[in-house]
């Protein structure tokens, strides 16, 4: 049987609305993926009356039903970070220092200079966890995790609010202890991404016409990304999964992807190819998706922003009179922009962009978010899309750069 | 006095995690402005059940204090929206069709042709609301807001959870009202961001030795970012806050600024200045954020991603040995790129970044965070700066390229 799943998230920076909170939708995607749904979030300040009154709503319903709480933030080292303290008022019990998290402290705050070592007694206090908890490491900042028994099957784990330290926490750590404390029946998953596709449209076009062959034993989720959709489904049943990802393929043949960041990474490693950027309207923000993953300079190597006409002339050599003829957002200037780059920098791949990200510069031939994407192969064949994106600028300029991930791994999959 | 305040979103794509809840975070900052502080955020799937228990839970506490519950969300079209049904139980009332809305709404559909014509009944219930409220007019949307008394001083505002419709809902209707319902004295605001300092090194050196002096009477605010801290002081006392503003800039005087992308941004369009970047580890992060403003061509001319050593000698004609001998990440290396850049670009400012964003690559001289940015100025100058950013690789990488804006920044201010 699941448990009551809530998550807790504390923050005064959250409830003032200086900071979104992004912490409780991740761990819900991620508890979703696990089979499991969640019944509640709530956040709250940096308020020991208010945490502590919620706790004790959470171990009386513990007397109900199974909970469990997963709560983030309040671990940190100043005097509004009060997790610790509320829970120890909760349980009654008293707190210990861990040995290990206090060793590594001390050793990082030594390598920051004097001011931080002055400070070190007063941050000593992230190392403390409550007696007989099960401790969870952090291995990317300071503050121990721990998981807490609420009540029968009924747990309260609190991680650290920093998303970095939390999420590293959640997956390597506690994932494992969530699977032995709440086991559960074998779920399976597929993930599948779909390409400049509305969401009301694919429950439109392949929910509805399957739902009573397939999603009587399935669950399926949409998650709506800037250029796609990732479509899960999830089954106990391992063979009407692989029905489902089938008649999804017939269905999509020709904007069905897998993970296209991963799945590029791994390939340009692996057949050891590189690959080289032309970015206008975009700015940088395909070189950033590129080299976001480390070990990323095996297959990049750079490229030109180009945002002036000047500098696409300049850079890339492309004359003046074609960016005049046809205007800088014209699939010919993505033909030579991309063409003019790999004479440059020799790469097998290259890719070009140049767009109206807006919210000005439209016009009726060319409304805002007409968007020409470039490809050079690695046989040397260049091909050119013309787009248009829907959104305001930052959603444009996610737009393109993702599509042109995607038309990399199209290239690899034909 | 000030109501307790609570915001409640429901949707079940929420608390899946597939979609993030921005609405809560947005009321939150306005009515932060406003003076008021919320106690809690909570978010509820479309399960009436769980709602309507809810919405009990604040009718119960309304018999002790005032509250002021502001809910988004459930007042669609659909079968999953449950927000009126369940406001309707909580309150035993019946509800009624505002005849003004329904009358746009049929305009609306009627222009959009037969087949919303035809579903025309199906949506009318956006329009009801229960008898005796008070209505928000909608002026984007369809579906009508209404504030309904839960208890002495105490309401239930419901608002549409399309953030466009709401947010208009929000500042056009419903403000006017709540000064209406909660008067108050005026509150004033100020804001800073002080650079590469840790928020426990802030509370420490400024909130802790001036407390008594200033915050009695004031209240303030830290949200932690990549490279810097925004500072946020809130008081009636003006005077007071001229004074807190004041002590701080003698406190920092060289690493505190005003927000810098928006000021960057404005004074290189004043002054008619331009810019380009060279980006190594930050991979076109940087160009990325230059280009986020619409108008920002008229000051960014573009840049070169040097990615690999080949890159940085060939595009920018660094001489390789000039790499050999400093290392890619080193001051040398920074000057020689911006230097190579702004005679290739011919701008006012230019940008240089080189560094290690890691995980690998580190080495005990120049462990990963190490990151040199080279700055070009109008009148010629070059100057390099050596950091060491905390964090992980994306960390490291927006540390980067937010601090270098911050050298433009000061650059202007200088």
């Given amino acids: 049987m699941s448990p009551y799943i809530v998550i807790l998230s504390t923050g005064s920076e959250l409830t003032a609305g200086r900071s979104v909170d992004t912490n409780s939708g991740w761990i819900a995607n991620q508890l979703f993926e696990l089979g499991w749904k969640v019944k509640k979030f709530i956040t709250l300040p940096d308020d020991p009356k208010l945490i502590l009154s919620e706790l004790q709503s959470l171990q009386s319903l513990a007397k109900e ?184 393929e017939d269905t999509y043949p020709k904007i069905i992807s897998d993970d296209v960041f991963q799945f590029v990474h791994e390939q340009l490693l692996k057949e050891k190819l590189t690959i080289s950027v032309a970015e206008s309207c975009t700015g940088g923000l395909l070189g950033k998706k590129l080299t976001e993953q480390p070990g990323s300079s095996s297959y990049f190597i750079g490229g030109f922003l180009t945002y002036s006409n000047e500098m696409k002339s300049n850079l890339l050599g492309i004359p003046m009179e074609t960016i005049n003829t046809y205007g800088a957002v014209s699939e010919e200037v993505a033909r030579a922009m991309v063409d003019g780059l790999c004479r440059k920098t020799g790469t097998d791949f290259g890719i070009s962009i140049t767009g109206i990200a807006g919210p000005e510069g439209g016009s009726p031939e060319k409304p805002v978010g007409t968007v020409c994407i470039g490809i050079r192969e690695p046989n040397g064949n260049i091909s050119v899309h013309r787009y248009l994106f829907p959104g305001n600028r930052e959603s444009i300029r996610e737009n393109a750069s993702n599509t042109a991930l995607f038309l990399v791994y199209q290239s690899f999959k034909n």
Same sequence: chains 1, 2.
């Fill in 65 to 248: 039903t199974p909970v469990l709480a997963i709560m983030t933030g309040g671990l940190g080292p100043t005097e509004d970070d009060y997790t610790l303290e509320t829970v120890l008022k909760l349980t009654g019990k008293t707190s210990y220092s861990v040995e290990k998290a206090k060793l590594r402290l001390t050793k990082i705050y030594e390598s920051r200079g004097k001011e931080y070592k002055d400070i070190l007694p007063s941050v000593f206090r992230q190392t403390f966890v409550p007696e007989g908890c099960k401790t969870l490491d952090n291995s990317v900042g300071i503050a121990v995790g721990f998981i807490e028994t609420i009540g029968e099957k009924s747990h309260l784990v609190c991680m650290p609010g920093v998303p970095s330290e939390m999420t590293e926490m959640f997956k390597r750590r506690l994932v494992p202890e969530l699977k032995k404390l709440y086991p559960r029946e074998n779920l399976h998953q597929k993930t599948k991404w779909l390409w400049n596709i509305g969401e009301s449209l694919f429950q439109n076009d392949f929910i509805e016409p399957n739902r009573d062959e397939f999603f009587q034993e399935a669950e399926w989720g949409v998650t709506a990304n800037r250029g796609y959709i990732k479509c899960i489904f999830q089954s106990t049943n391992e063979t009407l999964l692989s029905t489902i990802i089938q008649r999804l």
